[in-house]
C-alpha cells in the first residue's frame, strides 16, 4: 500500500513539471475571430479590436503582427504584458464592397501556440456604399 501511495504521489508532482510555464496569451474573441456580419460601407469605418490577456507567469512580448491585404495595424500593445494585463490590438479593414476573409498573425513568446504564432481572423461582408 506504501508503494501504491508513493508511486502516485511521485506522479502527481512530475506531471505538475510538465506545465508549460511562460508567457500566454488569450484573446477574448471567440476562436480568434471577429465577426463584422453583414455592413453597410458608408455606416462603418472598419476598425475593430483584438484584446488578449497574458494568463502565463512571465512577460509576454509581441514581436510581429503582419496582416493580409486590406487590413491595416492601426496600433497595438508595445511594451511587455505582465501576468495578469492585457492588451488590444486595433485593425481596420478598407471596407472594399465584398466579402471580408482576412488574416492577421501576431508572433509573440507565447508558450500556449506553436513557435508563438496566432493566427487572428476577420469575417464578414460590406455591402452597398
Known amino acids: 500500500m506504501k508503494k501504491i501511495i508513493t508511486l502516485i504521489a511521485m506522479l502527481l508532482v512530475s506531471s505538475v ?3 508549460q510555464s511562460g508567457a ?5 474573441a471567440k476562436d480568434n475571430t471577429i465577426d463584422y456580419g453583414r455592413i453597410a460601407k458608408s455606416s462603418d469605418n472598419g476598425i475593430r479590436v483584438f484584446e488578449f490577456t497574458n494568463t502565463g507567469n512571465a ?3 509581441i514581436s510581429s503582427i503582419q496582416s493580409t491585404a486590406n487590413c ?3 496600433s497595438s500593445t508595445k511594451d511587455p504584458i505582465l501576468p ?3 492588451g488590444k490590438i486595433e485593425i481596420k479593414y478598407n471596407m472594399t464592397a465584398g ?3 482576412k488574416t492577421i498573425t ?3 513568446n507565447a508558450v500556449n501556440y506553436e513557435e508563438g504564432r496566432v493566427a487572428l481572423k476577420i469575417k464578414g461582408e460590406v455591402v452597398g456604399n
Open 84 to 86: 495578469g494585463k492585457k
Open 17 to 19: 513539471g510538465f506545465a
Open 24 to 28: 500566454k496569451i488569450d484573446f477574448s
Open 72 to 74: 491595416t495595424i492601426l
Open 59 to 61: 512577460p509576454l512580448i
Open 106 to 108: 501576431v508572433e509573440s
Open 99 to 101: 466579402p471580408i476573409r
